[in-house]
């Protein structure tokens, strides 16, 4: 097996499609060898002798050690020079990359091959005694740290140390002698933790560098950030043993990060950050605050033209925005390392767009390179325009760099622990800090905001949180942030570890307590793809909305009909008219406590008008589309008071004594509630219940039609489990609505169906499909009742089956996203039978997987007529929707490829 990949001098051995074994550095560093841009030369490690590696005690493959060798001296002869020489030295980084980014959680080793005799050969070569101690004292530095693993604090402490008895904070005052000596104290510090000499032969550095990035695939923020982002299936990560390339030799070198579009915004600008006299950590770790790339052109306008000259061959060839990392030496390009860039949700639509229309790329493609994420993160919050500007000049505490847009108000913390406790607990958090490293995912995760003293905007807390779309500032340098005390003060003010502070990302402000927030406009791209995804969809795409409100909101967001109204979310609170709230209530636990259907129709008749005007603010919100609306569904004794005062209280609103309502309290007292006295079973044993609600409905429905408007009301029995069943209520409701109707004189079409949500009912689709008219997968309880977990508790536990490093059974949370496997099963059975009997019966799902990607994907499978989901989720199923007519366009093609092959 063939473990290492040469690539230099104009040719590659690799190249971009080979991700998964060279990872996304190595891939990227082949290919742009083969295009001819200027790259230094290397080979890399493959993911598969990383994974060997890791399965075997961490022990190589025995072919190994000679394929490095051979590569190695392959690589002395393109650079000619020797690993570590006295004279002229080849110095090396060796990187990881694996075949998913993941910015900054592996290791890297810079400048290995400097040992006491080489670092004097780089001095005179380069005629920068300075420069060359410096990249002495950087190796040794992070070779103890990362191969050895001593503590980088105590490495860190000697460098402050030593600043301050020069009296500099600045790196680039240290003389050489004051870096040399620091190698000294390095190397004696060595000693004294391991008992052995720091290395000196290059070969053994090499080793040791290789092993250590192999293993920092399983350090705990890699496994954390995989755990966080998702990510799985990958072997390990690559080794890219790259030629060193110094930015920091003088001020005709840099080095510098950049993006072939405004990673932000999308607008087509070439887009980065510079510095002068640097090497690459630098400008990611955010020690520095670079400069923008128009300044580089400015002070290096021929490399500036070459580069630009990268960006476009870069963007043409990859199709797609690039981050790409680059070195000057003395006034020479080295391009070392592109990858597809991470944006912001904005410019991810924008850019999607416009690359479309510019013909980069096709539609499809566009549409396709939208994640479900993209668009929830487009609804994040501003900070509210009605917030007067005097008040926000007033709050105003600091600025910085306006690294990722969106605002974000809560309490300051000073450490990602801290973060991670305190949204534990519920919390808000802000993560203040000085600058982030990867060690702080964890807390960056749940902050709803990042605010740091230093950096860019390709910093690693501005890269790692513009990947979650979360609200970020750096480079907020009058923030002068105190570990000591957890304080951070700037222009005279403090912050203390709790106090609320808010964050503006799109102005780069930060504002002292909470700021009113709100949902921004979306950027007119994001109409532009979801037009074109509307093109491309074949389902429906309803909405779950209980109010005229939410159902106008669901239009807004593309909603095409209601697909679930559950009616009794009615019974609690009056939107339209709020003070009414009470009296919905008492007449709905006036009917529960009712003990004769008398009673009971009583107060069924008090809450007739109301259901009713809800009804007709839906229908006319829905303008014509469809409105699926559910009958009663949830156990009674929700509704009722189970504390004595509370109980004392309603007796004495509704007129009856006390011990009424405690006895009824009582009988309604379920062991297992979810599976007891709810859903349609409530209609069997109480008609009247139905009675009113379709009465509510379709006078509803008959008055909207008399004005002129269009309705298409679709009555809808919850829980259902067997024909006859269905049957008792289908002739209830037509009987009910029959006789209004035909009172009316008007012309009504309505449906009658049923939702498949106890898996019985899925069996017999046959049997249900011969009474209902549409089916409607409650996949909520359809999951509940087919894998035994109940939605309420499965919280206590389930975690447990999703998590990989715990049990791992399921991939997901199959209450999020629909267990295609079994309850996906379920469905096709149900929908085949079904379907075999009613040819043309409607078919939807209203479950809460209706609003999840892969889920709207199975559905659109299956050959459902429509999903439904809720207000905000809409765009993402109408995007999930056109994606799997893309997705199955692209495997028919492939198997017709396919099938021509074997032929
Ligand atoms: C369902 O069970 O999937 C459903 C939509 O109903 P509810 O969530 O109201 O039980
Ligand atoms: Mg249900």
Same mark, same amino acid.
């Given at each position: 097996?063939?473990?290492?990949?040469?690539?230099?001098?104009?040719?590659?051995?690799?190249?971009?499609?080979?991700?998964?074994?060279?990872?996304?550095?190595?891939?990227?560093?082949?290919?742009?060898?083969?295009?001819?841009?200027?790259?230094?030369?290397?080979?890399?490690?493959?993911?598969?002798?990383?994974?060997?590696?890791?399965?075997?005690?961490?022990?190589?493959?025995?072919?190994?050690?000679?394929?490095?060798?051979?590569?190695?001296?392959?690589?002395?002869?393109?650079?000619?020079?020797?690993?570590?020489?006295?004279?002229?030295?080849?110095?090396?980084?060796?990187?990881?990359?694996?075949?998913?980014?993941?910015?900054?959680?592996?290791?890297?080793?810079?400048?290995?091959?400097?040992?006491?005799?080489?670092?004097?050969?780089?001095?005179?070569?380069?005629?920068?005694?300075?420069?060359?101690?410096?990249?002495?004292?950087?190796?040794?530095?992070?070779?103890?740290?990362?191969?050895?693993?001593?503590?980088?604090?105590?490495?860190?402490?000697?460098?402050?140390?030593?600043?301050?008895?020069?009296?500099?904070?600045?790196?680039?005052?240290?003389?050489?002698?004051?870096?040399?000596?620091?190698?000294?104290?390095?190397?004696?510090?060595?000693?004294?933790?391991?008992?052995?000499?720091?290395?000196?032969?290059?070969?053994?550095?090499?080793?040791?560098?290789?092993?250590?990035?192999?293993?920092?695939?399983?350090?705990?923020?890699?496994?954390?950030?995989?755990?966080?982002?998702?990510?799985?299936?990958?072997?390990?990560?690559?080794?890219?043993?790259?030629?060193?390339?110094?930015?920091?030799?003088?001020?005709?070198?840099?080095?510098?990060?950049?993006?072939?579009?405004?990673?932000?915004?999308?607008?087509?600008?070439?887009?980065?950050?510079?510095?002068?006299?640097?090497?690459?950590?630098?400008?990611?770790?955010?020690?520095?605050?670079?400069?923008?790339?128009?300044?580089?052109?400015?002070?290096?306008?021929?490399?500036?033209?070459?580069?630009?000259?990268?960006?476009?061959?870069?963007?043409?060839?990859?199709?797609?925005?690039?981050?790409?990392?680059?070195?000057?030496?003395?006034?020479?390009?080295?391009?070392?390392?592109?990858?597809?860039?991470?944006?912001?949700?904005?410019?991810?639509?924008?850019?999607?767009?416009?690359?479309?229309?510019?013909?980069?790329?096709?539609?499809?493609?566009?549409?396709?390179?939208?994640?479900?994420?993209?668009?929830?993160?487009?609804?994040?919050?501003?900070?509210?325009?009605?917030?007067?500007?005097?008040?926000?000049?007033? %709050?105003?505490?600091?600025?910085?760099? =306006? !690294?990722?847009?969106?605002?974000? /108000?809560? *309490? #300051?913390?000073?450490?990602?622990? +801290?973060?991670?406790?305190?949204?534990?607990?519920?919390?808000?958090?802000?993560?203040?800090?000085?600058?982030?490293?990867?060690?702080?995912?964890?807390?960056?995760?749940?902050?709803?905001?990042?605010?740091?003293?230093?950096?860019?905007?390709?910093?690693?807390?501005?890269?790692?949180?513009?990947?979650?779309?979360?609200?970020?500032?750096?480079?907020?340098?009058?923030?002068?942030?105190?570990?000591?005390?957890?304080?951070?003060?700037?222009?005279?003010?403090?912050?203390?570890?709790?106090?609320?502070?808010?964050?503006?990302?799109?102005?780069?402000?930060?504002?002292?307590?909470?700021?009113?927030?709100?949902?921004?406009?979306?950027?007119?791209?994001?109409?532009?793809?979801?037009?074109?995804?509307?093109?491309? %969809?074949?389902?429906?795409?309803?909405? =779950? !909305?209980?109010?005229?409100?939410? /159902?106008? *909101? #669901?239009?807004?967001?593309?909603? +095409?009909?209601?697909?679930?109204?559950?009616?009794?979310?009615?019974?609690?609170?009056?939107?339209?008219?709020?003070?009414?709230?009470?009296?919905?209530?008492?007449?709905?636990?006036?009917?529960?406590?009712?003990?004769?259907?008398?009673?009971?129709?009583?107060?069924?008749?008090?809450?007739?008008?109301?259901?009713?005007?809800?009804?007709?603010?839906?229908?006319?919100?829905?303008?014509?589309?469809?409105?699926?609306?559910?009958?009663?569904?949830?156990?009674?004794?929700?509704?009722?008071?189970?504390?004595?005062?509370?109980?004392?209280?309603?007796?004495?609103?509704?007129?009856?004594?006390?011990?009424?309502?405690?006895?009824?309290?009582?009988?309604?007292?379920?062991?297992?509630?979810?599976?007891?006295?709810?859903?349609?079973?409530?209609?069997?044993?109480?008609?009247?219940?139905?009675?009113?609600?379709?009465? #509510?409905?379709?006078?509803?429905?008959?008055?909207?039609?008399?004005?002129?408007?269009?309705?298409?009301?679709?009555?809808?029995?919850?829980?259902?489990?067997?024909?006859?069943?269905?049957?008792?209520?289908?002739?209830?409701?037509?009987?009910?609505?029959?006789?209004?109707?035909?009172?009316?004189?008007?012309?009504?079409?309505?449906?009658?169906?049923?939702?498949?949500?106890?898996?019985?009912?899925?069996?017999?689709?046959?049997?249900?499909?011969?009474?209902?008219?549409?089916?409607?997968?409650?996949?909520?309880?359809?999951?509940?009742?087919?894998?035994?977990?109940?939605?309420?508790?499965?919280?206590?536990?389930?975690?447990?089956?999703?998590?990989?490093?715990?049990?791992?059974?399921?991939?997901?949370?199959?209450?999020?996203?629909?267990?295609?496997?079994?309850?996906?099963?379920?469905?096709?059975?149900?929908?085949?039978?079904?379907?075999?009997?009613?040819?043309?019966?409607?078919?939807?799902?209203?479950?809460?997987?209706?609003?999840?990607?892969?889920?709207?994907?199975?559905?659109?499978?299956?050959?459902?007529?429509?999903?439904?989901?809720?207000?905000?989720?809409?765009?993402?199923?109408?995007?999930?929707?056109?994606?799997?007519?893309?997705?199955?366009?692209?495997?028919?093609?492939?198997?017709?490829?396919?099938?021509?092959?074997?032929?």
């Amino acid at each position: 097996m063939k473990y290492v990949y040469f690539y230099g001098a104009g040719k590659a051995e690799g190249d971009g499609t080979m991700k998964e074994v060279l990872g996304g550095k190595g891939a990227g560093l082949a290919e742009m060898t083969k295009i001819g841009l200027p790259v230094p030369g290397g080979f890399t490690i493959t993911t598969e002798c990383c994974d060997y590696y890791l399965t075997h005690g961490n022990k190589y493959p025995a072919s190994l050690r000679a394929e490095v060798k051979s590569n190695l001296a392959r690589l002395e002869r393109a650079t000619k020079k020797k690993l570590g020489d006295a004279n002229d030295p080849l110095l090396v980084s060796v990187r990881s990359g694996s075949a998913r980014s993941m910015p900054g959680m592996m290791e890297t080793i810079l400048n290995l091959g400097l040992n006491s005799k080489s670092v004097e050969g780089l001095a005179r070569n380069t005629k920068n005694e300075r420069f060359a101690w410096d990249a002495y004292r950087r190796f040794v530095q992070m070779y103890s740290a990362v191969v050895i693993g001593l503590p980088k604090e105590a490495l860190e402490e000697k460098l402050r140390a030593m600043k301050t008895r020069l009296g500099t904070k600045d790196d680039t005052q240290v003389p050489a002698e004051a870096w040399r000596e620091l190698v000294g104290e390095y190397k004696e510090y060595f000693k004294s933790q391991t008992g052995q000499d720091f290395p000196e032969d290059p070969e053994e550095q090499l080793w040791g560098a290789i092993g250590a990035v192999f293993g920092s695939w399983n350090a705990e923020k890699a496994v954390t950030y995989r755990r966080v982002e998702k990510i799985t299936g990958l072997l390990g990560t690559a080794v890219n043993v790259v030629q060193m390339v110094f930015g920091n030799i003088g001020d005709n070198s840099g080095t510098g990060v950049c993006f072939t579009r405004d990673p932000s915004t999308g607008e087509k600008t070439f887009y980065g950050d510079f510095l002068i006299n640097a090497q690459g950590e630098d400008v990611v770790a955010g020690i520095r605050t670079p400069m923008h790339l128009t300044e580089m052109a400015r002070l290096m306008p021929k490399v500036y033209k070459q580069l630009e000259k990268v960006r476009q061959l870069l963007e043409k060839h990859y199709r797609d925005m690039q981050d790409m990392e680059f070195t000057v030496e003395e006034g020479t390009l080295y391009m070392l390392q592109t990858r597809v860039g991470k944006r912001t949700p904005t410019a991810t639509f924008k850019m999607a767009v416009d690359m479309a229309k510019e013909g980069l790329i096709t539609k499809e493609m566009a549409i396709d390179r939208i994640k479900s994420e993209d668009i929830e993160r487009l609804f994040y919050p501003v900070i509210d325009p009605s917030v007067p500007k005097a008040e926000l000049a007033k %709050r105003k505490i600091a600025e910085g760099i =306006n !690294a990722v847009p969106g605002a974000a /108000a809560g *309490k #300051a913390v000073f450490s990602a622990e +801290e973060a991670e406790k305190m949204a534990a607990k519920g919390e808000k958090v802000i993560l203040v800090r000085r600058e982030t490293s990867p060690e702080d995912v964890g807390g960056m995760f749940v902050a709803q905001g990042i605010v740091t003293a230093t950096g860019g905007k390709t910093s690693h807390a501005a890269v790692v949180a513009r990947g979650w779309g979360k609200c970020c500032i750096v480079g907020c340098e009058k923030l002068d942030v105190d570990y000591s005390t957890n304080t951070a003060t700037a222009n005279g003010r403090k912050i203390n570890e709790g106090d609320w502070i808010t964050l503006d990302g799109n102005e780069g402000v930060v504002y002292e307590g909470a700021v009113k927030l709100s949902t921004p406009q979306l950027p007119p791209s994001f109409s532009t793809l979801m037009g074109w995804a509307d093109g491309v %969809r074949r389902l429906g795409i309803r909405t =779950n !909305a209980d109010t005229p409100h939410d /159902a106008r *909101k #669901a239009r807004e967001m593309g909603a +095409e009909g209601i697909g679930l109204c559950r009616t009794e979310h009615m019974f609690f609170k009056d939107f339209e008219q709020p003070e009414k709230s009470v009296d919905r209530q008492l007449a709905i636990q006036e009917m529960i406590v009712a003990e004769t259907p008398e009673a009971r129709r009583k107060a069924l008749a008090k809450l007739l008008p109301y259901q009713r005007r809800d009804f007709i603010g839906i229908f006319k919100a829905m303008d014509g589309f469809p409105v699926t609306i559910r009958l009663i569904d949830p156990p009674l004794h929700e509704f009722v008071p189970h504390d004595r005062e509370k109980q004392e209280e309603l007796a004495r609103k509704i007129g009856v004594d006390v011990e009424t309502i405690v006895r009824r309290v009582e009988q309604l007292h379920e062991s297992n509630p979810m599976l007891g006295h709810r859903g349609c079973r409530l209609s069997i044993t109480y008609p009247e219940i139905l009675e009113m609600q379709v009465q #509510a409905i379709v006078e509803a429905a008959v008055e909207c039609k008399k004005s002129g408007a269009k309705v298409f009301p679709e009555i809808m029995h919850p829980l259902v489990m067997d024909k006859k069943e269905l049957q008792i209520l289908a002739d209830a409701t037509h009987r009910v609505a029959g006789e209004i109707v035909k009172k009316s004189g008007v012309k009504l079409e309505y449906m009658v169906g049923t939702m498949i949500e106890v898996p019985r009912a899925a069996i017999l689709g046959d049997e249900i499909a011969e009474v209902a008219q549409f089916f409607s997968f409650g996949t909520n309880d359809l999951t509940q009742m087919t894998m035994g977990l109940s939605r309420d508790d499965a919280g206590r536990f389930l975690p447990d089956y999703v998590d990989e490093k715990k049990a791992g059974i399921f991939p997901d949370d199959p209450f999020q996203s629909l267990d295609v496997k079994g309850v996906g099963k379920l469905m096709k059975w149900c929908i085949e039978r079904g379907r075999s009997v009613k040819p043309k019966l409607k078919l939807g799902i209203c479950g809460e997987h209706g609003g999840d990607g892969p889920s709207v994907k199975f559905c659109h499978q299956v050959g459902l007529d429509y999903v439904s989901a809720s207000p905000f989720r809409v765009p993402i199923a109408r995007l999930a929707a056109a994606q799997a007519v893309i997705e199955e366009r692209a495997a028919k093609k492939s198997g017709k490829k396919a099938g021509r092959k074997i032929k």
